[in-house]
Antibody, heavy 123, light 107 residues
Framework: EVQLLESGGGLVQPGGSLRLSCAASGFTFSSYAMNWVRQAPGKGLEWVSIINYSGANTYYADSVKGRFTISRDNSKNTLYLQMNSLRAEDTAIYYC????????????????WGQGTLVTVSS | DIQMTQSPSSLSASVGDRVTITCRASQAISNYLAWYQQKPGTVPNLLIYAASTLQSGVPSRFSGSGSGTDFTLTISSLQPEDVATYYCQKYNSDPLTFGGGTKVEIK
């Protein structure tokens, strides 16, 4: 059974930093691209970042580019999101999400999601 | 960047009704479109990918269609457990943008 368990959320002041983790199990973690998706309170879903299976390639939403860094440790089956220079608008539930399975070459939808970790940026 | 626009933003329908939600891309994305359901207080759940492929375990009353810029999610017979917000997502290239969501309620 696929499981994704996020941790590391909490209350942080504007300008501060936080590191989120996502522990994965139930699948071959090192074979799949992984993502972070966030959802501000009462709002819709916003894709944040993706990292390919090896960690060699990463992409970011414009809203977090230059401030957030996605990484992974395949030996620990863990995904990370380092968040720096946090702003009030970064307040959200952060979900890690596994890339989907399909027969094509582009399967960048999300078939499993963690329960999320809440990040609150406030003074 | 390609924008994803969903309509309507909310709808109210009776149990048993046929419900249709539309998602429009600002540029063609072939069939690289997924649909998700998010019930209140829960995480999103994948319903459909490749515009029309039903994810394993999803009830057959859900279906998707479309290609290029215009896509549709249809619930053939609305059930009480379908109360949720539905999101489309394009995945042909980054950014992997979501639509704004459609909230479905029971009349």
């Amino acid at each position: 059974e696929v499981q994704l368990l996020e941790s590391g959320g909490g209350l942080v002041q504007p300008g501060g930093s936080l590191r989120l983790s996502c522990a994965a199990s139930g699948f071959t973690f090192s074979s799949y691209a992984m993502n972070w998706v966030r959802q501000a309170p009462g709002k819709g879903l916003e894709w944040v970042s993706i990292i390919n299976y090896s960690g060699a390639n990463t992409y970011y939403a414009d809203s977090v580019k230059g401030r957030f860094t996605i990484s992974r440790d395949n030996s620990k089956n863990t995904l990370y999101l380092q968040m720096n220079s946090l702003r009030a608008e970064d307040t959200a539930i952060y979900y890690c999400a596994k890339r989907g399975d399909c027969s094509g070459t582009t399967c960048l939808f999300f078939d499993y999601w963690g329960q999320g970790t809440l990040v609150t940026v406030s003074s | 960047d390609i924008q994803m626009t969903q309509s309507p933003s909310s709808l109210s329908a009776s149990v048993g009704d046929r419900v249709t939600i539309t998602c429009r891309a600002s540029q063609a994305i072939s069939n690289y479109l997924a649909w998700y359901q998010q019930k209140p207080g829960t995480v999103p759940n994948l319903l459909i990918y490749a515009a029309s492929t039903l994810q394993s375990g999803v009830p057959s009353r859900f279906s998707g269609s479309g290609s290029g810029t215009d896509f549709t999610l249809t619930i053939s017979s609305l059930q009480p457990e379908d109360v949720a917000t539905y999101y489309c997502q394009k995945y042909n290239s980054d950014p992997l943008t979501f639509g704004g969501g459609t909230k479905v309620e029971i009349k």
